[in-house]
């Protein structure tokens, strides 16, 4: 793949997730990981989504503020940097492909825990339950790119709204983004050394255009179909990533 398309695809992958992020409160991770994972590996993939993830939040955290729960963010965000330690210490000790495999598969049952979790996952309260959400999240963000099933599932059980979900969920994915990226940096278990240059500003003005346009379809859009179309390229994303570390290993 040529330098120029290699960005134009990279931009058009952050475009997509970032917009369903800013429609139903995730799909950065969801959406653009797998296809990342794809494009430049799942590596530095994964990594460059936990940058991106972590700038598109914080954008995002502003203009849905009034929603956010501060206190859960505190919680949560607390204990996230353990399970992003385990993270990196997997990703430095197995393969490239077997890595794709676990992206791919993780990502998949975070979809199916989402989708139907709902209906086993019994009610929950206080602080212990919460703890162990950031952590778990802060270790399936590092692996694979997504927090956001993972504290979807704790949110059903303690019965959030939507509104205080996909407002919450912001800054918690700030906080994972720049835990993960941090975490992997300084132990060594992943680099952007290798990423062109050219495509950090194509992705941030993709973002800014996700979100603007995010903004508009958010008061239009049904939210329970933008939530479908989400799951459809999320599950296709984590599937292309699966086979290709199968056939790989």
Known sequence: MSGALLIITVACAIFIGSTMQRIGGMGMGLISAPLLSVIIGPVQGILLVNVLACINAVMNSWSMRRGIDWAMVRRMGSVMV?????????????????????????????????????????????????????????????????????????????????????????????????????????????????????????????MILAIALGSRLATRINRETARRLAFILAFAGAFSVLVRGLLAL
């Not at 407002?167 to 975490?183: D, E, R, W, Y």
């Open 82 to 206: 353990i399970g992003s330690l385990c993270g990196s210490l997997l990703i430095r000790g197995i393969s490239i492909p077997a890595l794709q495999v676990v992206v791919g598969a993780a990502i998949a049952v975070a979809l199916l825990i989402v989708i139907f979790g709902k209906r086993y996952v019994p009610p929950v309260n206080g602080t212990a339950p919460a703890l162990v959400t950031g952590a778990i999240a802060g270790f399936t963000n590092t692996l694979a790119g997504v927090a956001g099933p993972v504290i979807t599932v704790y949110a059903q059980a303690a019965k959030w709204d939507h509104m205080r979900l996909a407002s919450t969920l912001q800054p918690l994915f700030a906080i994972s983004g720049g835990l993960s990226f941090l975490v992997k940096e300084l132990t060594g278990a992943a680099s952007l050394g290798a990423v062109p240059w050219a495509i950090w500003p194509a992705c941030i003005v993709a």
